[in-house]
Nanobody
Framework: QVQLVESGGGLVQSGGSLRLSCAAS????????IGWFRQAPGKEREGVSCFRSSDGSTYYADSVKGRFTISRDNAKNTVYLQMNSLKPEDTAVYYC?????????WGQGTQVTVSS
C-alpha cells in the first residue's frame, strides 16, 4: 500500500530555513514523478517543486526558484524540500504528491508558518 508521510514543518521567522521530508512506503520512489505542493488559507493548492519521472529533471515554481531545493535519498525512499530565505507568503500546508500511472497519492500535509 502506498503511503506518504510528511514531516519537518513548523514556525520560523522570515529569512529562516526549514527542511521538509516525505517518507514513502509501498513503492520505490525513483520510478515516479514525486514532488511538493502547498495550499495557503483561502487559496488553491499549487505546485512547488517535483522530480519528473519522464526525464529525471526537476521543476520549481517561479516563486521559490533560488530559495528551495528538492532532493531525494533513494536508499531511504525519502524526498526532501530544503526551504531557505523563507517569506511570510510561503506560509501554507505543504503536501507530498506521487503520480503512479493513473493513480495519484497525497500525504497528510505539514504546516509551515513564516512570521514577519
Amino acid at each position: 500500500q502506498v503511503q506518504l508521510v510528511e514531516s519537518g514543518g513548523g514556525l520560523v521567522q522570515s529569512g529562516g530555513s526549514l527542511r521538509l521530508s516525505c517518507a514513502a512506503s509501498g513503492f520505490t520512489l525513483d520510478y515516479y514523478t514525486i514532488g511538493w505542493f502547498r495550499q495557503a488559507p483561502g487559496k488553491e493548492r499549487e505546485g512547488v517543486s517535483c522530480f519528473r519521472s519522464s526525464d529525471g529533471s526537476t521543476y520549481y515554481a517561479d516563486s521559490v526558484k533560488g530559495r528551495f531545493t528538492i532532493s531525494r535519498d533513494n536508499a531511504k525512499n525519502t524526498v526532501y524540500l530544503q526551504m531557505n530565505s523563507l517569506k511570510p507568503e510561503d506560509t501554507a500546508v505543504y503536501y507530498c504528491k506521487l503520480d503512479r500511472g493513473l493513480n495519484t497519492y497525497w500525504g497528510q500535509g505539514t504546516q509551515v508558518t513564516v512570521s514577519s
